[in-house]
């Protein structure tokens, strides 16, 4: 069981080389997101995100790394930049391969022309027959060429950007007899070491027994079972490569400043952002051309273990390098990101700050109830207010900014979609919703939920709280970042004990919204907001000043505010079910998505300021709320309207047919105002017969459960009667939605 963990471990785990530049990004705050289970990892968000895949960066073209993979043109290049290679040449079978080496000089170096981590690669073959091992070996994997072998050291020079970060000395696999074991025997006590493993999760990679292992033993007149003498260091390959059982020193404080000049050289000649440069010579202190030393290859993506963790000396900080190549110092590549939650409110909220943000001219992300939407345009419909959607615009190249409505389900299911956020706005809690779903059975246990967004403030951002709503007021001290309270009565205890302290707090105050943090004082009238109706649609100034709070979090301009808030529209099309008033033969018609007792009180205030003779509501319940929260809206409409039209949709969301028809109904036992009441089987057939009873002059709140066809429905009809809204009701370009 141990092992097939570790094989899991092996297989799931980032590799060390991709692993360390991961924990390099966390050092500095920066976001990481891996996109595969293998090696692509995302740093950052939207359009300052950058992607790696193992050690190689996304700026790295694909024309560089089949450069670097093709051995024979990159010499070529290299020979052409100045810097030292040996001659060599492509062959195409064991005779040609001879023929070579006998040009060239032995002893030679027979590799694939395309390869990496050492595969296919042997070194020092002096003799025919070594050659047809060698030559086998490598046309395993792909096309043969023949070079001289360059005597001394195998060194690997490590390049970021222009910069030589780290270099190792890699030694081969190799054993030392003791004059009582077999070769084969000495091999697996060094493989019996708990630093080699078969991968390259550990620090070293057990030795290779194979064919090219044998020959080079025979090339030493050895065999497996021979026993060498004590202290007689046999070598089992060549080829210094860790993934074949070599060895690393490190000998980065070493290395001359032209031998670092030559790699640097290299990597940029080929067009390597991230290159490890194979060097062979007797040591790095000297230049190579004096020691006949040379470059023999260059690698994309190459493997940072060696320097992370080597055999002998000290590691070497290359993740680090590799993420300040990425990212300058202070940038951590994150973007605005506001989360916005709450009982109502959320959706509104959302749309309002996402047009704050676009009106100072950057590309925004949002996700909310309705769908994914990025720079004005829907990439994907549906309730989108879960991690799933808002990872996705974080993945999105051009966002500069982000605006998700933060639902509980979404949470519960998969906590956030961002490790932190720079604003946080809750809008209330009130009764609350839903509740009695998913073991969120009290407002207190909806309040710890929707805190969660409040405790993923980042150290310098904000969170935005209702102060007037006590469950919101106390989430303040679990944020790790600074407060802004909000609440439409400035002396609010709250409020007042914010403003001496010399916090920010935003208000309403002589008919205009008032941001204030000690003396300062920054005011919008609410004249210059015309969906609030000069500040009489109460919930909607509640969203004007969470907008306004979570803008100034953001740090906008507050000329930008203005603007914005002077241009929000926020007909059916923009924001579907939140108060969309129209037109029906001299009727005024409003059609929301509120379903729950605090929307409907929130509804009855708004529906109160406008004028109308006689006042209809169409309305149904969702069977997942509690019966006391079904029974308490009817309990509340039916003492603002005159006619109650109730109807039964076709999902009853686990409620037996007519259950919730009947809790409804118990609701406007006691009603005030309710003279007429009917119910009607579907929702198109309750919303035609409401229609059909309007005269000029009434008013009618659509309270709609199927959002998008409901006011597709609506919009037919209405077209169908023609252009004859009453007059003063330009609504659809002056009253937006009420959030759910």
């Not at 073209?61 to 010499?75: P, R």
């Not at 916090?503 to 300062?520: F, H, L, M, P, Q």
């Not at 409401?690 to 009434?698: I, T």
Request: charged letters at 20%.
């Amino acid at each position: 069981a141990i092992a097939q963990l570790r094989d899991t471990d092996e297989d799931e785990r980032l590799g060390p080389s991709t692993g360390a530049i991961v924990n390099a990004a966390m050092a500095r705050g920066i976001p990481w997101r891996r996109l595969t289970q293998g090696s692509l990892v995302q740093f950052g968000w939207g359009s300052r995100q950058r992607r790696i895949q193992a050690a190689e960066v996304d700026a790295t073209s694909a024309v560089s790394e089949a450069i670097a993979q093709d051995k024979e043109l990159t010499k070529r290049l290299l020979h052409a930049a100045g810097a030292p290679v040996p001659f060599g040449r492509p062959v195409k079978n064991v005779d040609e391969a001879w023929a070579a080496a006998c040009d060239i000089g032995l002893p030679v170096v027979v590799k694939p022309r395309n390869g990496n981590q050492g595969k296919g690669v042997t070194v020092n073959v002096a003799n025919r027959e070594h050659l047809g091992v060698a030559f086998r070996a490598a046309a395993e994997v792909g096309e043969v060429m023949v070079e001289k072998f360059l005597s001394g050291h195998d060194f690997r020079l490590l390049v970021v950007g222009r910069q030589l970060v780290a270099a190792a000395r890699r030694d081969p696999p190799h054993v030392i007899g003791d004059g009582i074991h077999s070769v084969r025997e000495l091999v697996d006590r060094v493989n019996a070491d708990p630093r080699r493993g078969e991968g390259h999760a550990t620090s070293l990679t057990k030795i290779r027994f194979d064919e090219i292992a044998v020959a080079r033993l025979d090339a030493q007149g050895l065999n497996p079972l021979s026993v060498p003498a004590k202290g007689r260091h046999v070598v089992l390959r060549n080829n210094a490569n860790l993934s074949t059982g070599g060895t690393a020193t490190d000998v980065t404080d070493d290395v001359h400043p032209e031998v670092a000049a030559n790699a640097i050289a290299a990597a940029r000649m080929v067009g390597l952002h991230v290159c490890g440069v194979d060097v062979v010579c007797e040591s790095v202190l000297r230049p190579m051309r004096e020691q006949h030393g040379g470059i023999v290859e260059v690698n994309a993506a190459p493997g940072l273990r060696m320097h992370l963790s080597p055999s002998y000396g000290k590691s070497r900080p290359v993740g680090e390098a590799i993420v300040s190549h990425l990212f300058s110092h202070g940038d951590d590549g994150r973007i605005p990101v506001v989360a916005v939650t709450g009982t109502n409110g959320k959706t509104t909220t959302t749309r309002l700050i996402a047009h704050l943000l676009t009106s100072s001219a950057l590309r925004v992300g949002m996700t909310n109830t309705d769908g994914v939407y990025v720079n004005g345009h829907q990439i994907d419909s549906g309730d989108c207010s879960g991690p799933k959607s808002a990872r996705n615009v974080l993945m999105h190249p051009d966002v500069d900014a982000a605006v998700f409505e933060t639902a509980r389900g979404g949470m519960l299911r998969e906590g956030l979609g961002f490790d932190r956020c720079q604003v946080a706005v809750v809008t209330n809690i009130g009764a609350g919703d839903h509740l009695g779903l998913n073991y969120i059975t009290t407002v207190e246990d909806l309040a710890v939920l929707k805190r969660v967004i409040v405790q993923n403030v980042a150290p310098t951002g904000y969170a935005v709280l209702n102060a007037a709503d006590p469950m919101v007021r106390a989430m303040a001290p679990s944020c790790p970042g600074n407060i802004i309270l909000f609440a439409a009565d400035h002396h609010h205890p709250a409020m007042a004990t914010q403003r001496a302290q010399g916090k920010r707090t935003v208000y309403v105050d002589d008919g205009a919204i008032v941001a204030a943090e000690g003396s300062w004082r920054e005011r919008i009238p609410l004249s210059g907001v015309p969906f609030t109706r000069n500040g009489s649609i109460g919930f909607q100034v509640e969203n004007v000043m969470a907008a306004v709070a979570a803008a100034w979090g953001v740090g906008l301009n507050w000329d930008t505010v203005r603007r914005g808030l002077a241009s929000f529209t926020t007909d059916a099309g923009h924001v579907p079910g939140r108060f969309n008033m129209m037109g029906y033969r001299g009727a005024t018609v409003i059609a929301d998505y509120g379903h729950n007792p605090d929307a409907m009180r929130a509804l009855v205030a708004a529906v109160d300021a406008l004028p109308a003779k006689r006042r209809s509501v169409v309305i149904s319940g969702a069977g997942d709320r509690r019966d006391d929260d079904i029974r308490e809206q009817t309990e509340i409409l039916g003492n603002a309207f005159d006619d109650v039209l109730l109807f039964q949709d076709a999902c009853q969301r686990g409620r037996a047919d007519g259950e919730v028809l009947a809790l409804l109904r118990n609701g406007l036992a006691q009603a005030k105002r309710t003279r007429y009441t009917t119910e009607i089987r579907g929702e198109f057939a309750a919303i035609d017969a409401a229609l059909e009873r309007l005269e000029p002059g009434d008013l009618c709140l659509i309270l709609v459960d199927q959002v998008e066809e409901a006011l597709g429905h609506l919009a037919r009809r209405v077209a169908a009667a023609g252009p004859n809204a009453p007059a003063g009701t330009n609504v659809e370009a002056e009253v937006p939605a009420l959030a759910h």
